[in-house]
T-cell receptor, first 112, second 114 residues
Framework: GEDVEQSLFLSVREGDSSVINCTYT??????LYWYKQEPGAGLQLLTY?????DMKQDQRLTVLLNKKDKHLSLRIADTQTGDSAIYFC????????????FGTGTLLAVQP | ETGVTQSPTHLIKTRGQQVTLRCSSQ?????VSWYQQALGQGPQFIFQ???????GRGNFPPRFSGLQFPNYSSELNVNALELDDSALYLC?????????????FGPGTRLTVT
């Protein structure tokens, strides 16, 4: 089946690290993505990881992938108030169509 | 490089009416996907167009239809609007030959059906 799950809400203090978690179902997914959505806006691609990688670091962002457990996480170092948004993980469906299957989103609230 | 653009930004329609939403893909991208995002939910895949042909469809009824033009821009048409069609409609463009399948999203069209 197609199901991507995320926790609904995370609150952190400015300067702390944030960790947003995601579980997915399609073990054949080639790529997994993290998108950010600010209020009233579209989705901004933050980063992605290839399924044969365990970790990818991109400035303040670190993505960890545990393929055995189908678990993906996004760590944001030194979280800022501008990081407050909804974060979506998405898996690329392994079928013929390059469609993305999104989670329900995690609302990250950064307290000053 | 121009990003993905969508029009209109907001739209209010009455149940039973028809609506057309438009999307211009990012320069060089030949694939456009449409997603529906209901309030508080993640985006749901509607369908995808590649080189003017439909290339896959999600679990949406036939009253959701689309087109892609030679310049790779696209339209989403919804007939016989229902209240549940109220949502943010997102279009995303991609270039499958890039190998990484990233999809870049536009700002969306907020459709309200009354």
């Amino acid at each position: 089946g197609e199901d991507v799950e995320q926790s609904l809400f995370l609150s952190v203090r400015e300067g702390d690290s944030s960790v947003i978690n995601c579980t997915y179902t399609d073990s054949s997914s080639t790529y997994l993505y993290w998108y950010k959505q600010e209020p009233g806006a579209g989705l901004q691609l933050l980063t992605y990881i290839f399924s044969n990688m365990d970790m990818k670091q991109d400035q303040r962002l670190t993505v960890l992938l545990n393929k055995k457990d189908k678990h993906l996480s996004l760590r944001i170092a030194d979280t800022q108030t501008g990081d407050s948004a909804i974060y979506f993980c998405a898996e690329s469906w392994s079928g013929a169509t390059n469609k993305l299957i999104f989670g329900t989103g995690t609302l990250l609230a950064v307290q000053p | 490089e121009t990003g993905v653009t969508q029009s209109p930004t907001h739209l209010i329609k009455t149940r039973g009416q028809q609506v057309t939403l438009r999307c211009s893909s990012q320069s060089g991208h030949n694939t456009v996907s449409w997603y529906q995002q209901a309030l508080g939910q993640g985006p749901q895949f509607i369908f995808q167009y590649y080189r003017e042909e439909e290339n896959g469809r999600g679990n949406f009824p036939p009253r959701f239809s689309g087109l892609q033009f030679p310049n790779y821009s696209s339209e989403l048409n919804v007939n016989a609007l229902e209240l549940d069609d109220s949502a943010l409609y997102l279009c995303a463009s991609s270039l499958p030959t890039s190998g990484t399948y990233e999809q870049y999203f536009g700002p969306g069209t907020r459709l309200t059906v009354t």
